[in-house]
């Protein structure tokens, strides 16, 4: 699995975790719902963040890969669509 998939995948827990933690220092009178949400914005960038940088690395892997294994970028167009049929010329000398 690549890091983007797992950072993809691990998003949603981080934020609930951090969610968990804030209503625990809530509880103890730390720090209130009100003055956390700058936290969910930082810890959601962050995981942007490195989600994004995740992709791009192996996005330029992937590139890498393929130029140097000599890959084609994409296969030759058809040169037409359409099935065309062109009739053979008589063959000379030749009579049924």
Same mark, same amino acid.
């Given at each position: 699995m690549n890091s983007? =998939? !797992?950072?993809?995948?691990?998003?949603?827990?981080?934020? $609930? $975790? =951090? !969610?968990?933690?804030? /209503?625990? $220092?809530?509880e103890w009178d730390i720090l209130s719902y009100g003055r956390s949400w700058p936290l969910y914005l930082i810890v959601f #960038? =962050? $995981? &942007?963040l490195a989600e994004r940088a995740a992709l791009m690395q192996w996005q330029q892997? &992937? /590139? /890498? &890969?393929q130029a140097y294994a000599g890959w084609p970028a994409a296969p030759p167009p058809p040169s037409s669509t359409s099935l065309s049929i062109t009739p053979q010329p008589p063959h000379? #000398?030749?009579e049924k």
């Open positions: 983007y =998939v !797992f950072l993809h995948r691990i998003k949603g827990p981080a934020m $609930l $975790l =951090v !969610f968990g933690i804030t /209503a625990l $220092l809530n #960038g =962050v $995981l &942007q892997s &992937q /590139a /890498a &890969q000379s #000398g030749e």
